[in-house]
């Protein structure tokens, strides 16, 4: 089966600090990968996704490559700010299969001024 | 913009109650979830229903079922209440078009207390 393995946290950085959440994956077919944020109160939002493999999903700064050979997607930002504090979950859909998305357990980034 | 609304943010219950939890999405999506989240375990799928009438049991349907009548709505049901039901139930919903490449759009979040 499909699983997605997130390393664990609370990470805490300070302001303007890089920031690296480890991602890797599993799949039985062929995936398409996400990255959804979760901030203080809120339901989930979708941040970046990549269908393909070596696509580089983007936005708000933040980064995440599709890397087949080592099934990976990590997400990255160069510079972190306070307001992105949040729940991050790294996520699969098998692209032609079930409709039902496997999640990671999230990753609580702390951003500290 | 795309939206995904929950019937109460925050909900405190009886233990042996009854409670609805209902969830409206306004972009004709086939697909409708319902997930619990808790500290530590992530989101764990309750139900799924991908049209009207029609649903799938998810990872841990004990304790629930669901009512999909309109497309539009996907209700979520604890036939009676305990404290274990405690958490937070967050509601999804996706288009079939392009499958496996489709973003899931939650809603707000339920925070639901059994006492």
């Known amino acids: 089966g499909n699983s997605v393995t997130q390393m664990e946290g609370p990470v805490t950085l300070s302001e303007e600090a890089f920031l690296t959440i480890n991602c890797t994956y599993t799949a039985t077919g062929y995936p398409s990968l996400f990255w ?14 990549a269908t393909k493999a070596d696509d580089k999903g983007s936005n708000k700064g933040f980064e995440a490559t599709y890397r087949k050979e080592t099934t990976s997607f990590h997400l990255e930002k160069g510079s972190v700010q306070v307001s992105d504090s949040a ?9 032609g299969g079930s409709y039902i998305p496997t999640f990671g357990r999230g990753t ?4 500290h001024p | 913009d795309v939206k995904v609304t929950q019937s109460s943010r925050y909900l405190v219950k009886r233990t042996g109650e009854k409670v609805f939890l209902e969830c409206v999405q ?3 999506h086939e697909n409708m979830f319902w997930y619990r989240q808790d500290p ?3 989101l764990r799928l309750i139900y ?3 049209d009207v009438k029609m ?3 998810g990872d841990i349907p004990e304790g629930y079922s669901v009512s999909r009548e309109k497309k539009e709505r996907f209700s979520l049901i604890l036939e009676s209440a305990s404290t274990n039901q405690t958490s937070m139930y ?3 919903s996706s288009s079939a078009g392009d499958r496996g490449t489709d973003t899931q759009y939650f809603g707000p979040g339920t925070r639901l207390t059994v006492l």
């Open chain 1, 87 to 95: 729940v991050y979950f790294c996520a699969l859909s098998d692209q």
């Open chain 2, 48 to 50: 799924f229903s991908y």
């Open chain 2, 90 to 92: 967050l509601c999804a």
């Open chain 2, 55 to 57: 649903k799938e049991k």
């Open chain 2, 26 to 28: 306004d972009m004709d």
């Open chain 1, 108 to 111: 609580s980034l702390i951003v």
């Open chain 1, 36 to 49: 959804y944020v979760q901030y203080p109160g809120e339901g989930l939002q979708l941040l970046l996704k």
């Open chain 2, 40 to 42: 530590g375990l992530g």
